[in-house]
């Protein structure tokens, strides 16, 4: 039993691990948040979490998780009874799906295989069809986080104009803010959802509504009760950088270095690095002969790969193995994918040796567990890591002396 000694792999696709800066950030006394101190920290980060977002428009930031989130976006938006459209990705989709009938949404779930992103072609077909426009909103989650399955938002917008249908779009970015390119303003989301502990790297308890004129326009309008999580009432006093109720101070310290953080690197660079190593992740994968959860291509997720585990093998005694020697977490299949697959998260801030370090774990536990696979996966990543186009270039260079 290794659990406990030296460092903790937390490969979990969220939360995912707090860099030293942002603890530093966090750890210190808290301070009045009627201060003009802290006028300055909720400008900052009000007006940061824009550029994260890709927004011009208000960013409204709740002590919470993402769930905290979803809620936000259905209460200020729409009316009891009103029609949406959502897409069964996975585990989250079908989560999101349940709050909305509990706040007495009628939803069309579009049936998922939970190995696809949501079609853009049927939810233009669905729209299309829906001549009466009774469909307030389509509701899609970016980065299914139970799958591995990254939905093409950009392809849905065109979707949703090529069927010429006025509904809200709105989409979960909990687990791909900060990690996959995404464009709230340029895509015309209406309501992008979001939380701290992934991408961001911060600790849990910060959830974010991204917010569109047409959305704002319409919590204006609908009939959803709602206090707590009202916008209007968190955007009088954010104009100047203050909040109505207590925020939640010492993650705003966070939050203010994570965005330091993201655009010191570069949002860009960001996303290919965690394109980078979720391309070297599949490489092991193929090595030891496993199976990707993920069908498409293209809809590989940058943020974490699920592994199928061969039929008769457990991928929860699997991981508990790896816990027990290795000291590393690894996520578990959710629902219906429980025992049957385990999810490697390659988040936020991870590197090169993070995710070589991990799957060395994961094929060492593979062997300990008595998992049918072949060697050679973290040489496999090694060597996908070594042919990043860069460095292909550069090696070309230095061997043409
Ligand atoms: C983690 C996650 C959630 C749930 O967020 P909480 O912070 O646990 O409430 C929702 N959607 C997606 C895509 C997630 O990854």
Redesign the pocket.
Known sequence: MSEGRGRHFLQI??PSPVPERILRAISRQVIDHRSPEFKRLGQEVLEGSRAIFKTSGPVVIYPS???GAWEAAIVNTLSPGDKVLMVETGH?ATLWRRMAERWGLEVDFVPGDWRHGADPDIIETRLAEDRRRTIKAVMV?H???STGVTSRIAEIRKAIDRANHPALFMV?T??SLGSVDYRHEEWEIDVTVS?S??GLMLP?GLGFTAISEKAMAASKTNKMPRSYWDWGEMLKPNANGFFPYTPATNLLFGLREAIAMLLEEGLDHVFARHQRLAAATRAAVRAWGLEILCLTPSEYSPVLTAVMMPSGHDADQFRQIVLERYNMSLGAGLTKLAGRVFRIGHLGECNELVLLAALAGVEMGLSAAGTPHRGGGVAAAMAELGLSQRDAAMTRKAVAG
């Open positions: 696709p969220g998780s993402g769930t989250f989650v980065n299914e986080t979960d909990i687990s939380c502990q992934k849990p």
